[in-house]
């Protein structure tokens, strides 16, 4: 039998990642469904705070609002350090709905947070859409064509980071090769392609991205967040890609923790959710 001294190191490391783990101040229902949730973490002083709102990955087809790589470096950074409120969106997942209307859902999601925003002492006007992969091609489709958010009575927000979106043209990647997951996400139908493509959606008045993408991916995130950032600009919009060496996972659980990385967020979001003078 192992000592028992030999494993309380590693309990003792179980036990302060589970203290650590963020817990949200309020959650709060924006739909009948339960998974139509938002988690709502809240500074010390709210008063006028900017507000980032983040959307989880999981293939389309799981995930949690409450994962502790979506949430937790990032409440500490922009909660605890910058005074931000940080909302996490939880949204229905494939098969339940199809992807259209998990982008109507996130939708949904923001237009509550704008209009919640007050009780909160929050500034809605001062707020900015965040999501990982899956998350991330849904806050591109919606701040490449505000209209679907719109559509939902949401106002339109300063900006958004995308965090490593390989399916930012949808339609071109379900018509070469492609890992089968997609197949389940996306379906067969060409018009649901085109319909939650970023690429294909992209309008005049899209809104202000940053578009962060893992250099160590494989299939060519870098890329296809360069060509859609060359589009946006074309456009008339503003697009930059911000490549980091860092794996699908590191992008979104080491966004928060010091360093350049993290760094070079804070400017994008700062640039976009300061004060209107």
Same mark, same amino acid.
Do not use: K
């Given at each position: 039998m192992t000592p028992i001294r030999h494993w309380l190191p590693a309990v003792a490391l179980l036990l302060t990642a589970a203290l650590a783990h963020a817990a949200p101040d309020r959650q709060l229902a924006y739909g009948p469904d339960p998974a139509q949730r938002l988690d709502v973490y809240l500074p010390a002083q709210p008063h006028g705070a900017p507000i980032l709102v983040m959307v989880h990955g999981g293939a389309w087809m799981f995930g949690r609002p409450d994962a502790p790589n979506v949430v937790d470096a990032k409440v500490a950074h922009w909660v605890r350090e910058r005074g931000f409120v940080f909302v996490s969106v939880g949204y229905r997942l494939v098969p339940q709905v199809d992807v259209r209307a998990q982008a109507h859902d996130v939708a949904h999601a923001l237009a509550e947070v704008q209009r919640l925003a007050p009780g909160w002492h929050a500034d809605a006007d001062r707020l900015v859409l965040m999501g990982h992969s899956a998350g991330a091609h849904l806050v591109a489709l919606l701040s490449a064509d505000?209209?679907?958010?719109?559509?939902?009575?949401?106002?339109?927000?300063?900006?958004?980071?995308?965090?490593?979106?390989?399916?930012?043209?949808?339609?071109?990647?379900?018509?070469?090769?492609?890992?089968?997951?997609?197949?389940?996400?996306?379906?067969?139908?060409?018009? %649901?392609? /085109?319909?939650?493509?970023?690429? @294909?959606?992209?309008? $005049?008045?899209? *809104?202000?991205?940053?578009?962060?993408? !893992?250099?160590?991916?494989?299939?060519?995130?870098?890329?296809?967040?360069?060509?859609?950032?060359? %589009?946006? /600009?074309?456009?008339?919009?503003? @697009?930059?890609?911000? $490549?980091?060496? *860092?794996?699908?996972?590191?992008?979104? !659980?080491?966004?928060?923790?010091?360093?350049?990385?993290?760094?070079?967020?804070?400017?994008?979001?700062?640039?976009?959710?300061?004060?209107?003078?």
């Open positions: 505000p209209s679907l958010a719109t559509a939902q009575r949401a106002r339109r927000w300063r900006g958004t980071v995308v965090l490593d979106s390989a399916a930012l043209d949808t339609e071109g990647l379900m018509q070469r090769r492609h890992l089968r997951f997609y197949d389940r996400a996306f379906g067969a139908d060409p018009a %649901l392609w /085109r319909a939650v493509s970023p690429t @294909a959606r992209l309008a $005049p008045g899209s *809104l202000p991205m940053l578009l962060v993408c !893992a250099s160590e991916r494989r299939d060519d995130s870098c890329g296809q967040s360069a060509r859609f950032a060359s %589009l946006v /600009r074309t456009g008339g919009g503003q @697009a930059t890609v911000l $490549p980091q060496p *860092l794996s699908h996972g590191e992008i979104n !659980a080491q966004l928060g923790t010091p360093g350049d990385y993290t760094q070079a967020v804070d400017r994008f979001i700062e640039g976009l959710a300061a004060p209107v003078r």
